[in-house]
Every structure is written in structure tokens, then in C-alpha cells.
């Protein structure tokens, strides 16, 4: 059984109870407080000026005596009603008055609609609120408190093998080298075949925690020939900082900002940690929101103006550095300029394909104990992947 060191993250958006199943995750009594760098609290870590001004949505406050029982299956029910809708064909007609409500990361996918001018003359009203992380996201379909969110591929995997009916409408691929992993200034270790006997902090039930998984399986190890340590992503950089772990996963902008401050005192990226993520993104809705008619017709509109703006985005990478990271995120525009040549050129994925990359993910995390086996498969609504193909080609 590996050990998983408990540290107690500065913030943390998790949902305790279904993200952790007996076995090789079983958390330690061990806590520990670690607190940032002087000066290295991450902008991405912060609320943006935007989501100050906009308030979270308010079913989440009445939901906290409830989130920990909604942590369970049963947000599965009405499954036979979901199945129904999904072999019926999208209606695509959108009643007035009808509102979808976004559940965003980080003001994203508002950032990026608007940017690309996809958020012009909608035929409904959008209601926004801004998460930090995929579960949270998932919490906020559990708490009936959103009809579609933007998330990576860990939680789509982690909400289907806990029980948590969701449905993927909109894939974008996105670099899967994305993930890197980081060590201590003290750190010894060189490639990911030096990991065996490290403490390595992660992200859990993020695309993180399978990068970590993945990392080990190319170096030969298991989980138990280390110790995990779960902790919020923002907080990893002070871990490895203070030497409490000796490897952590980052992305940008957390790998300059820790590159700059600790690669002179001999922090590292370890050598073979290309490729530990499949890269994917999703666009997802709990299938309550598809057997909706109103929503349904909203959501396959939504799903198309989403596949033309990661288009453009494509082609007009300057333009977003500083619409998003520099206006937005309030970052520079050379931080900006390395998350975007970190995240690779977005491309639209057909659902074949995204469900055989999704599936390895979901295997790895099996293969370590972390989940029952899945099939993702089961998570697409196969609907929308004509819809995203017809709007990228009238984006061409």
C-alpha cells in the first residue's frame, strides 16, 4: 500500500467524500501547514475582478449540508429519462426566456466566447460562474446549481466511476505535455526513473493525479513505491519550495513562476515526463440539462460557438494573450505567451478518438487502484460529435 501524506492546502474546492475510495489512496493522519513563498501567491490562485463583481452561484451556500450526501450515486437517478433524450435528435429550436448556466474555470470560456465574438446575438441568456477545478465543477451540477461546465479529463473519468451521471458535448485537444514534473531545490532526482522512495505532490481528482500514475508506469514503479501527497495545485509550488515533497506536479504559469525563483538553487524539471496527459478538454452537462428540450437546443448552440472560438483561438494566439491572460488573469504578456505555447494549438478531436485517448486515462487510474473500471464511452453524447464537426468546417 503507498503512503499519502496529508498536507492542509491554503484553499481547496475538492468534494471530500467520493474522491477517495479505500486502498492504495487512503490518506494519512499526517498534516501538515505550508503557506506560499513570500510573493509567490499565483494570480491564477485569486478570484479575478470579474468574479468578485459577478457572486458565486447561491444554491452552492444552501448546498454545503447537503454537498456530502450528493457526493453519492445518487445523481445518477432518471438515468432511463437521460438515455430517451440522448436517442432522440437534437432539437434546435430554443424557447425565449430560456438561460443556460455556465459553470467556468478561471472566467475561460466567457473570456474566450467573447473574445472570439461567440458570444454575439445568442438565442438565450447565459448566467456565469467561475470555479477553480474540475470537481468543483461537478459539485455545482450535484447541487443543481449549473447546466453545463469546462473541465480536463480526469474529472470526467473520476464523476463516472463515482457514481456521478455527466455527459461530454464538446471536446478541444489540446498539448498532452503539458504537465510537467518539478522537484525540490534539494532533490536528487533526474529522470522519472528516479522517483522510487520520492514524496510527490499532486492534485487530486485533477489530470494531474493521472500524470502522476502515468510518470510512475513509464518508470517501471507503482504507487506504492512512493509516497503521494494530495494537495491543491496552487499549493504544490510552496511544498516543493519548502522541501516538504521532492517532486510536484506544475503547468504554467506555475512552472516560470517557480523556474524563476528556484532553478538557480537547483529545482528541475525531471527528465521523461513528456506525454502524461491525454491533452483533452471537455464540454460537459449533467443529463438532466439534455432532457430538456429548451436547454438541449441551447446546449447544441453552445457547443458550436465553443468549437469556433478554440478555432480561432488558434489562429490568433497574440490576440488571446492579452485578451485573457493579461487583461483577465492580470498576468504579463510573456507569462501569458509561455501557458500558451505550453498548451500547444488547439484542434477538434472527433469523439472516436477522444473516447480511445480518455479511456487510457481512465485505465491507469484502475490499474492503481484509484478507481473501478470505467468505460468513458458511456460519457458522450455521440450527438454533439456532428454538431462540433459541422461548426469547424463552417469555421474554415
Avoid at 4 to 21: H, N, T
Avoid at 39 to 49: D, K, T, V, Y
Avoid at 247 to 276: F, I, R
Avoid at 291 to 319: G, I, N, S, V, Y
Amino acid at each position: 500500500m503507498s503512503a499519502v501524506l496529508g498536507l492542509a492546502p491554503r484553499s481547496s474546492f475538492w468534494c471530500i467524500g467520493p474522491w477517495r475510495r479505500a486502498g492504495p489512496y487512503t490518506r494519512s493522519p499526517l498534516a501538515l501547514t505550508i503557506g506560499p513563498p513570500a510573493g509567490f501567491l499565483p494570480e491564477s490562485s485569486m478570484p479575478s475582478a470579474a468574479s468578485l463583481r459577478r457572486p458565486l452561484i447561491p444554491v452552492l451556500a444552501a448546498a454545503g449540508a447537503l454537498s456530502l450526501a450528493a457526493c453519492s450515486s445518487s445523481a445518477s437517478g432518471g438515468a432511463p429519462r437521460d438515455a430517451q433524450a440522448a436517442s432522440k435528435p437534437l432539437p434546435s429550436s430554443v424557447p425565449v426566456g430560456t438561460t443556460l448556466r455556465i459553470a467556468d474555470q478561471n472566467n475561460l470560456l466567457e473570456t474566450i466566447l467573447h473574445a472570439a465574438g461567440q458570444d454575439q446575438n445568442t438565442p438565450y441568456k447565459v448566467a456565469y460562474s467561475s470555479f477553480q477545478g474540475g470537481p468543483a465543477v461537478l459539485e455545482a451540477f450535484r447541487a443543481d446549481a449549473a447546466d453545463v461546465g469546462f473541465v480536463s479529463d480526469a474529472p470526467v473519468v473520476f464523476a463516472q466511476a463515482h457514481g456521478q451521471a455527466i455527459k461530454v458535448i464538446g471536446a478541444v485537444q489540446n498539448s498532452p505535455n503539458a504537465t510537467h514534473l518539478w522537484t525540490s531545490p534539494s532533490s536528487t532526482a533526474k529522470s522519472v526513473a528516479d522517483l522510487k522512495g520520492k514524496k510527490i505532490a499532486y492534485a487530486d481528482g485533477t489530470t494531474f493525479h493521472p500524470a502522476v500514475l502515468n510518470a510512475l508506469k513509464k518508470a517501471g514503479l507503482k504507487p506504492s513505491d512512493v509516497t503521494l501527497v494530495p494537495l491543491g495545485p496552487a499549493d504544490i509550488p510552496a511544498a516543493l519550495a519548502s522541501g516538504q515533497v521532492d517532486v510536484g506536479t506544475l503547468t504554467e504559469p506555475l512552472v516560470t513562476k517557480y523556474s524563476t525563483a528556484y532553478a538557480s538553487k537547483g529545482a528541475h524539471e525531471v527528465t521523461g515526463d513528456d506525454g502524461l496527459t491525454s491533452g483533452l478538454q471537455f464540454l460537459f452537462v449533467p443529463p438532466k440539462a439534455l432532457a430538456d428540450p429548451a436547454k438541449a437546443a441551447a446546449l447544441a448552440d453552445l457547443a458550436a460557438r465553443f468549437t469556433k472560438a478554440e478555432l480561432w483561438l488558434a489562429q490568433h494566439k497574440d490576440a488571446w494573450v492579452q485578451d485573457y491572460y493579461v487583461k483577465v488573469q492580470k498576468l504579463s504578456a510573456s507569462i501569458g505567451q509561455a501557458v500558451v505555447a505550453n498548451n500547444g494549438t488547439p484542434s477538434i478531436p472527433d469523439f472516436t478518438t477522444s473516447i480511445s485517448e480518455l479511456q487510457k486515462i481512465a485505465d491507469v487510474l484502475t490499474e492503481a487502484g484509484a478507481i473501478k473500471k470505467v468505460n468513458v464511452a458511456d460519457d458522450f453524447d455521440m450527438r454533439f460529435d456532428a454538431v462540433q464537426h459541422n461548426a469547424a468546417t463552417a469555421a474554415q
